[in-house]
Structure formats: C-alpha cells, structure tokens
C-alpha cells in the first residue's frame, strides 16, 4: 500500500528566508505523480507544484521548487524567500494516476515577521 | 484549471437531523468527484469517490448509510449527511477529478463546516 509521511508537524521560518518541508513516500509503482498543496487558514486547498515521478528534473515555480529523489523516495518543498502569506498547512500528496490520492499528515508552516 | 463551489459553506444542526452538501463544478464536466472529510488539524481523509450516473464508492470504514452520496449530473455531487451526531461535526471538502491533466488533478472546493448540536 502508498504511504506518505511528513515528520514535521509545525515549523517556522522567518520572512525572507529559506525553509525545506520534508515528505517521503512509499510506493511499488513506477509511474506516479506527487503534488504539494497549501491550505491557509481559509482552508482552500491550492496546489502549489507537482512533480511527475518519470521526470528527473525538479519542478519549481517561482520561490517554490521541489527536490525529489526517486530512488530514496523523497519529495521535499523548499520555498524562498518565506512571505507571510505562506503561512499556511501544507501538505504532500501522492497519486498513481488511477484516482486516489494519499495525503501525508501535513506540517503547519509559520511564517515570522 | 477547475472552479469548485460547495454549499453551504458552513452548517449548525441538530442531533438526528440530516444535512445536505452540495459540490458544483462550475466550468467543466465532472465525471469523478471525491468526498474528504478533515479533523482539525488533521489531514484529510477520503469518504467515497462519487461517480456520476453509478453509485458511489466507499472507503473502509465509511458508513455507506450514513453518509449518502448523490452524483446526478456532471456537475452536482451532494453528500447527505443521515441522522448526524455531534461525531459527526468536521470540515468535509470535496474535489473533482480533471482527467487529462498531470496525475488526473483534482480541484477543491472550499470545504463546508459541519456542526451537529
């Protein structure tokens, strides 16, 4: 069965830095896609990057950019450049393409002024 | 993308009164939609996967009775909470499945609040 893991339940960064939320999955298939998404306080999730498991380049877009490592199943979410508007749940998602997705158990990102 | 409504986006009821949700894809023809349920501070779980024109697919564990699922159009899925208990109160958020895009995307809805007296 999938499985994905956050071992980070808060964090906190300040504005203007850098900070890396960790994910890592469990899987036999070969083909898979993995999402992060955000849910801020009014709860919407919004998707913030995806990554498909057959591309070896890491997705990024804008201050957001993954680092994913197919062989030790790993897909971390770095951001850049912290705002106070990324405060938010994040969390890290799995899907093999046939419908479901797995969520990991999130990390509350704080963003300090 | 995908433009989700749900209604009502939150919802006070009485203990053994039933309530309706209502999930609208508003810009496209959903054939698959999924109900989540989220404790708070909690991820979010998967209830059923909602099939338009079939009956819906439960998770383990998921009262099919209870929580009744109607998917009449491709637009319209509604989840009927039956006979709601205080245990029952939680965040349910549904999403629609865009097939074609990378890894099938789903597309939230705003979630709607459920509190059961």
């Known amino acids: 069965a999938q499985t994905v893991t956050q071992s980070q339940p808060e964090m906190s960064v300040q504005e203007a830095e850098t900070v890396t939320l960790s994910c890592t999955y469990d899987t036999s298939e070969n083909n898979y896609y993995l999402f992060w998404y955000k849910q801020p306080p009014s709860r919407q999730m919004i998707l913030v990057i995806r990554?498909?498991?057959?591309?070896?380049q890491n997705a990024t877009e804008n201050r957001f950019s993954v680092n994913f490592q197919k062989a030790a199943k790993s897909f971390s979410l770095k951001i850049s450049d912290s705002q106070l508007g990324d405060t938010a749940m994040y969390f890290c998602?799995?899907?093999?393409?046939?419908?479901?997705?797995?969520f990991g158990t999130g990390t509350r990102l704080k963003v300090l002024a | 993308g995908a433009v989700v409504s749900q209604h009502p986006s939150w919802v006070i009821c009485k203990s053994g009164t039933s309530v309706k949700i209502e999930c609208r894809s508003l810009?496209?023809?959903?054939?698959?939609m999924f109900w989540y349920r989220q404790f708070p501070k909690q991820s979010l779980m998967l209830m059923a996967t909602?099939?338009?024109?079939?009956?819906?697919?439960?998770e383990q564990g998921v009262e099919k009775d209870k929580f009744l699922i109607n998917h009449a159009s491709l637009t319209l899925s509604t989840l009927t909470v039956t006979s709601a208990h205080p245990e029952d109160s939680s965040f349910y958020i549904c999403?629609?499945?865009?097939?074609?895009?990378?890894?099938?995307?789903?597309?939230f809805g705003p979630g709607t609040r459920l509190t059961v007296l």
């Open positions: 999403s629609v499945e865009k097939t074609g895009t990378i890894g099938n995307e789903q597309f």
């Open positions: 990554q498909e498991a057959y591309k070896q």
């Open positions: 810009d496209f023809q959903a054939t698959t």
């Open positions: 909602s099939n338009e024109g079939s009956k819906a697919t439960y």
């Open positions: 998602a799995f899907t093999s393409g046939t419908y479901k997705y797995i």
